[in-house]
């Protein structure tokens, strides 16, 4: 068996498959069947009619052997005597029971070098049914379609939800707590707001504007207050995101927003923040963004950002 | 300075040329960079980092990697030995984003990455409205 240097999802998905299906998800149960007593000249128009490569051979309804197009080939030139299937057959044949996992028949067939295996019953041992390399491969491929399918429409439910929701201003709001002083849990909120957007199907670009803003106005609260929520309304042409803290505000906004000014202290510089860049950065992401903030009572710092024009950015760059 | 910066390097190759140790994410050395970036400062990188980019830095805190998420950085180079606490590997690991150490100093890294024709920065991206 082949070890892969590397795990990637598809081969995972394929192991973890094989394991969970069983022979019988996979095998063929329209069986033709040959009779032992049947001419062996006649094999070719069983095969050929029933565009099979080989088959099983049933008498009184037990498996006693198996038929092919290369025993065919090989009784031709051999000189083809008058002789019957019972002649030609293998019969010392690797049988699966239907109820084992799909990678036995995977094991087996590379084992034995067979294109086919029977598969049986485990209780009354009686022919359920042929499985191939093919009958495999086709099966792996159609349940990965299957669920590439429904990933699929998840997401292109997430994302048509605004064609979904009939109102002449439709806008999808959500909110989130951030803790202040919690370094651990800091950015946290903003990861579920990145993969929110994603979900909805917003350009890249928006994305990544808005995972910064939030990220900022996230770290912000975290290092001065004791904490405030990150509300973000989506609607189809814009993202707004409203970032209140009840203290301690902001004595001079105007110099805040200027590039290098810092109040930080030297635990969060440490940090690799408070360098005096995050309103400056916010600013930088957002379409729009005012602050109001009053000493004592809290800051409310208010952002947009537009979906179309950032579109029209990324689409020209 | 006349030199053209337009290479490109998987991570596994970039591992080498700075001597530098998986701390995770094994599973994504095929990764390719094209840009690269060096900060110990956050909020710059927030600011100025283009999308897909090679993080060098000598902060080791598990900001790092919530910038890197939010900056979409494809990969993040701990410097000076630096190697971080399991809390950051572990947020990196469940963030998907390969960490790697080196005992090369930030700027031993930068000269050997820009000697490869590694670039900081492409006009193919822009943040700025």
Known sequence: MMIPKKSNPEFTKVQELVYKLKVRDAMTKDLITADPGTWMRELREILRSSRISGAPVIKEDRLVGLISIEDFIKWLAEGGEKCTIKDRMSTDIKVLYEDEPLTHAVSNLEQTGFGRLPVIGRKNGRLKGIITKGDIIETLLHKLEIDYHDEEIQRYRASHIFEDIIGDKVALTFQNHVKGKDFNLAGEASSGLKKTLERLGMPPLVVRKAAIASYEAEMNLVIYTDGGTITVAVQLDKIRMDVKDNGPGIADIQKAMEPGYSTAPNWVRELGFGAGMGLVNIKKCSDKMDIESKIGKGTHLKIRINVDSAQHQSNAG | ?129
């Open chain 2, 1 to 129: 300075m006349t030199k053209k910066l337009n290479n490109k390097m998987n991570l596994a190759h970039i591992k080498n040329v700075l001597e530098a140790e998986v701390l995770c994410g094994h599973d994504y050395l095929d990764k390719e960079i094209k840009l690269v970036y060096a900060s110990d400062l956050m909020s710059d990188v927030l600011s100025f980092v283009k999308s897909g980019s090679f993080l060098l830095t000598g902060l080791t805190n598990s900001q790092v990697i919530r910038t890197a998420e939010m900056a979409e950085i494809s990969a993040v180079c701990f410097v000076n030995g630096k190697t971080p606490q399991p809390d950051t590997i572990n947020l990196a690991d469940e963030k998907k984003i390969p960490l790697i150490v080196t005992k090369l100093l930030m700027y031993e890294c930068c000269g050997r990455l820009h000697e490869k024709g590694l670039a900081g920065d492409d006009d193919s991206e822009k943040i700025e409205s």
